[in-house]
């Protein structure tokens, strides 16, 4: 192909893009300036990858390649900036840099955030939004919406909106707020909670798979919900839904969804709008491309934001979401096999062992206790565990015996150390006992058996694992109350006399004064073992 008929095809390429010419164009103006990766060309577009590669096959040897970077041939830059008139195209519709003016100290300690946070799950469609994108989303909301005593919910929050919120919330005369981070991924959970201690942030972590249930100190609580969710229609829906559950007041409510689809494929942005007018959310606004991420190529590395305000039927509309939501792995919408029956009769008949009768298998879901008649155990299938399931399924385990069905590699059962340190979180309420390969080479089996508490510390802390939805401070002084009734009957503590002591035992340990005020089973991983030490603590 000549020169000439390679940039003629370029403006054949660009004039059947009619109306939605201008971003091909800035890609022609990007390759002008010089060498370019791919994954930039396509977040500074928002244009889907195989568009943009597209554009490349045509423009054909009017464009170098080096290795994954790519640049317009020098000597041809005079003439593709003349004939598409690149000199008069406006400004990448990239959103610029002139909103976030005056806020390069809180750029810079993102960036080191976000360079510092655990790394992204595929299997929980982790990817990561730009340092510049997040702090775009806490300007916005801050000066969209009046924070000042303020609650705001981020559902899922490996990208850090929480503390780019709170980090802008000072300068702009926010007063008051407060945050709630809730997510799966309990790394991600330390990692913000860690960070928000340090700088006296007014954030909260807790913990939940919302395919199971939203944590009940949220119920009812926020004004705000920002999401990311997993870009699938049982995703978005999944999330929306536990975001109108978490509003107080829904008609003066807002859930902020980021969600982006390829142009190239609408129907599936349909389904998923599809999934939030089923809800009874109406469309505030849509901010197109409002988002840019590391990744994501086929949507264009970007996404929309939609601004959702709920309707009178919309909490109604609210029901039991899907537990296969992701876009990866075996909690996917495709990927989720069931376990073969020999497993299961395996799993049964470990669980039920001689005394125990066992009917069936279950999933692990916690949001309330999970129970067995009595004679009867427990048997539970968490073969699609992402990590934390296992734990939380044991603190809700109201029985005498269970037995959890997991993969091998679980990281609680990988090593030595794993096993050790669940075991002590556990080891009040549960004697384990790992079975490595079985059922199967690929499977475990993680037997529990009560044990029986024989210090009144254990048997506090026993009261707390046994009774772990319940509002931990209340928990905790009735089980000092009972234990002083035991001890010295006749003069046990009273309420008040309980109640003080849970008070200097949280302060002794260090407790933040929600970590009381929350169900055991909702607080994250790297806090239970400070708040159970702190239970042991109280007795003298």
Same mark, same amino acid.
């Given at each position: 192909?000549?020169?000439?008929?390679?940039?003629?095809?370029?403006?054949?390429?660009?004039?059947?893009?009619?109306?939605?010419?201008?971003?091909?164009?800035? +890609?022609?103006?990007?390759?002008?300036?010089?060498?370019?990766?791919?994954?930039?060309?396509?977040?500074?577009?928002?244009?889907?990858?195989?568009? =943009?590669?597209?554009?490349?096959?045509?423009?054909?040897?009017?464009?170098?390649?080096?290795?994954?970077?790519?640049?317009?041939?020098?000597?041809?830059?005079?003439? #593709?900036?003349?004939?598409?008139?690149?000199?008069?195209?406006?400004?990448?519709?990239?959103?610029?840099?002139?909103?976030?003016?005056?806020?390069?100290?809180?750029?810079?300690?993102?960036?080191?955030?976000?360079?510092?946070?655990?790394?992204?799950?595929?299997?929980?469609?982790? +990817?990561?939004?730009?340092?510049?994108? =997040?702090?775009?989303?806490?300007?916005?909301?801050?000066?969209?919406?009046?924070?000042?005593?303020?609650?705001?919910?981020?559902?899922?929050?490996?990208?850090?909106?929480?503390?780019?919120?709170?980090?802008?919330?000072?300068?702009?005369?926010?007063?008051?707020?407060?945050?709630?981070?809730?997510?799966?991924?309990?790394?991600?959970?330390?990692?913000?909670?860690?960070?928000?201690?340090?700088?006296?942030?007014?954030?909260?972590?807790?913990?939940?798979?919302?395919?199971?249930?939203?944590?009940?100190? /949220?119920?009812?609580?926020?004004?705000?919900?920002?999401?990311?969710?997993? #870009?699938?229609?049982?995703?978005?829906?999944?999330?929306?839904?536990?975001?109108?559950?978490?509003?107080?007041?829904?008609?003066?409510?807002?859930?902020?969804?980021?969600?982006?689809?390829?142009?190239?494929?609408?129907?599936?942005?349909?389904?998923?709008?599809?999934?939030?007018?089923?809800?009874?959310?109406?469309?505030?606004?849509?901010?197109?491309?409002?988002?840019?991420?590391?990744?994501?190529?086929? /949507?264009?590395?970007?996404?929309?934001?939609?601004?959702?305000?709920?309707?009178?039927?919309?909490?109604?509309?609210?029901?039991?979401?899907?537990?296969?939501?992701?876009?990866?792995?075996?909690?996917?919408?495709?990927?989720?096999?069931?376990?073969?029956?020999?497993?299961?009769?395996?799993?049964?008949?470990?669980?039920?062992?001689?005394? #125990?009768?066992?009917?069936? /298998?279950?999933?692990?879901?916690?949001?309330?206790?999970?129970?067995?008649?009595?004679?009867?155990?427990?048997?539970?299938?968490?073969?699609?565990?992402?990590?934390?399931?296992?734990?939380?399924?044991?603190?809700?385990?109201?029985?005498?015996?269970?037995?959890?069905?997991?993969?091998?590699?679980?990281?609680?059962?990988?090593?030595?150390?794993?096993?050790?340190?669940?075991?002590?979180?556990?080891?009040?309420?549960?004697?384990?006992?790992?079975?490595?390969?079985?059922?199967?080479?690929?499977?475990?089996?993680?037997?529990?058996?009560?044990?029986?508490?024989?210090? /009144?510390?254990?048997?506090?802390?026993?009261?707390?694992?046994?009774?772990?939805?319940?509002?931990?401070?209340?928990?905790?002084?009735?089980?000092?109350?009972?234990?002083?009734?035991?001890?010295?009957?006749?003069?046990?503590?009273?309420?008040?006399?309980?109640?003080?002591? =849970?008070?200097?035992?949280?302060?002794?340990?260090?407790?933040?004064?929600?970590?009381?005020? =929350?169900?055991?089973?909702?607080?994250?991983?790297?806090?239970?073992?400070?708040?159970?030490?702190?239970?042991?603590?109280?007795?003298?």
């Amino acid at each position: 192909m000549s020169r000439t008929e390679a940039i003629d095809q370029v403006a054949d390429h660009l004039a059947a893009a009619g109306v939605h010419r201008r971003r091909l164009l800035h +890609v022609v103006a990007l390759l002008t300036e010089g060498w370019h990766p791919l994954a930039d060309l396509i977040r500074r577009t928002a244009l889907p990858r195989r568009t =943009v590669e597209e554009l490349l096959t045509v423009a054909g040897d009017d464009v170098d390649c080096r290795g994954d970077r790519w640049r317009l041939v020098p000597d041809r830059v005079a003439e #593709y900036r003349g004939r598409f008139d690149l000199d008069r195209l406006p400004e990448s519709i990239a959103p610029g840099a002139a909103e976030l003016a005056g806020h390069a100290a809180e750029l810079a300690q993102l960036r080191a955030d976000i360079a510092a946070v655990p790394p992204s799950l595929p299997a929980l469609d982790h +990817v990561p939004a730009t340092p510049e994108s =997040v702090l775009r989303r806490a300007l916005w909301l801050a000066e969209r919406y009046d924070l000042s005593g303020a609650r705001l919910l981020c559902l899922g929050d490996h990208d850090l909106t929480a503390l780019a919120v709170c980090a802008v919330a000072p300068e702009l005369g926010v007063e008051g707020l407060e945050v709630t981070v809730v997510d799966l991924d309990e790394r991600t959970l330390e990692y913000i909670d860690g960070v928000a201690s340090e700088r006296g942030y007014p954030i909260r972590c807790l913990h939940a798979d919302l395919r199971f249930g939203l944590p009940s100190a /949220v119920a009812g609580w926020a004004d705000l919900v920002f999401t990311d969710p997993p #870009y699938t229609p049982e995703g978005v829906g999944l999330f929306a839904a536990r975001a109108l559950t978490a509003l107080r007041q829904p008609e003066q409510g807002r859930v902020l969804i980021a969600y982006g689809f390829s142009e190239r494929t609408p129907a599936l942005g349909l389904k998923v709008q599809q999934e939030l007018q089923d809800l009874g959310l109406a469309f505030e606004a849509i901010l197109p491309a409002f988002d840019r991420y590391v990744g994501a190529q086929a /949507v264009g590395s970007a996404s929309d934001l939609y601004v959702c305000q709920p309707t009178a039927k919309s909490r109604k509309l609210a029901g039991h979401p899907p537990v296969a939501i992701y876009t990866h792995g075996s909690q996917s919408v495709e990927g989720r096999t069931a376990v073969d029956e020999h497993s299961r009769s395996e799993l049964m008949r470990i669980a039920a062992a001689a005394e #125990y009768r066992v009917n069936t /298998v279950r999933l692990p879901a916690w949001e309330r206790p999970l129970t067995a008649p009595a004679g009867s155990a427990l048997a539970l299938d968490a073969t699609a565990d992402p990590g934390p399931w296992l734990l939380r399924a044991l603190m809700a385990a109201n029985t005498e015996r269970a037995a959890v069905l997991v993969v091998n590699s679980h990281p609680d059962l990988a090593d030595e150390a794993g096993q050790r340190a669940l075991g002590e979180l556990l080891s009040a309420k549960f004697e384990l006992r790992f079975l490595r390969s079985t059922p199967e080479p690929n499977l475990a089996i993680v037997v529990a058996e009560k044990t029986a508490s024989t210090t /009144v510390e254990d048997q506090l802390v026993r009261a707390l694992l046994d009774r772990a939805h319940g509002k931990i401070a209340n928990i905790w002084r009735e089980a000092l109350i009972s234990a002083s009734e035991t001890r010295s009957p006749g003069n046990a503590l009273t309420k008040n006399e309980a109640r003080d002591r =849970v008070t200097e035992a949280a302060e002794r340990a260090g407790l933040r004064p929600h970590e009381t005020l =929350v169900r055991l089973v909702d607080l994250p991983r790297h806090r239970l073992g400070t708040v159970l030490a702190a239970v042991r603590s109280s007795v003298t």
